[in-house]
């Protein structure tokens, strides 16, 4: 299975930063990766696939890169809304997996 | 839009089975991929498996691949997840999603399963 990992596991920003949360896959996974954010009590929120395309109706704030087996999210200009937990997934091969998520909370 | 509803909460004993719902509307079922995905309190996401399109194919962790049992109702554009033998750990929200291919785009609201004695 490809293991996922995410730096860092949680961060403290302010409302006007802006944040970068890394994603490495331990086997090359080219741009098969997908990031998530998920608020307190809710479900789940596709933000990003193929790495850097982002899902229809996310805001431009939100932008990723990478390819092989690193990749970043980075999320400008931090709202109140922002403030949760980033997943990123990859989706080369089964079975899919998770990294173990990021929590960016409020400074 | 798309939507996916899913069924309400369910109070299980261990060894039991539970079987859970995910209706979609707003976009052609059968063309899409399912995803379930579940989340035990506290904890991050574990992907348990897949529905093709076709609906006659699917994939599953190993972990659930003989406890899981999918099945669709085309006429309702409903998907159940049925799992068996359940254990205290399968205590979790439980999360049908819809895929283009494997990424996931859209969730349904999550199902608590509660497994207790």
């Known amino acids: 299975d490809i293991q996922m990992t995410q730096s860092p596991s949680s961060l403290a920003a302010s409302v006007g930063d802006r944040v970068t949360i890394t994603c490495r896959a331990s086997q090359d996974i080219s741009i098969f990766l997908a990031w998530f954010q998920q608020r307190p009590g809710k479900a789940p929120k596709s933000l990003i696939y193929a790495a850097s395309s982002l899902q229809r109706g996310v805001p431009s704030k939100f932008s990723g890169s990478g390819s092989g087996t690193h990749f970043t999210l980075t999320i400008s200009n931090l709202q109140p809304e922002d403030f949760a937990t980033y997943y990123c997934?990859?989706?080369?091969?089964?079975?899919?997996?998770f990294g173990p998520g990021t929590k960016v909370d409020i400074k | 839009q798309v939507q996916l509803v899913q069924s309400g909460a369910e109070v299980k004993k261990p060894g039991a089975s539970v079987k859970l719902s995910c209706t979609a509307s707003g976009y052609n079922f059968t063309n899409y991929y399912m995803h379930w995905v579940r989340q035990a309190p506290g904890q991050g996401l574990e992907w348990m498996g897949i529905v093709y399109p076709s609906g006659s194919d699917s994939k599953y962790t190993q972990e659930f691949q003989d406890r899981v049992t999918v099945t669709r109702d085309t006429s309702t554009s409903t998907v159940y997840l049925e799992l068996s033998r359940l254990r205290f750990d399968d205590t979790a929200v439980y999360y049908c999603?819809?895929?283009?291919?494997?990424?996931?785009?859209?969730w349904g609201q999550g199902t608590l399963v509660i497994v207790s004695s």
């Open positions: 997934q990859q989706y080369k091969s089964y079975p899919l997996t």
């Open positions: 999603a819809r895929g283009s291919g494997y990424d996931v785009e859209y």
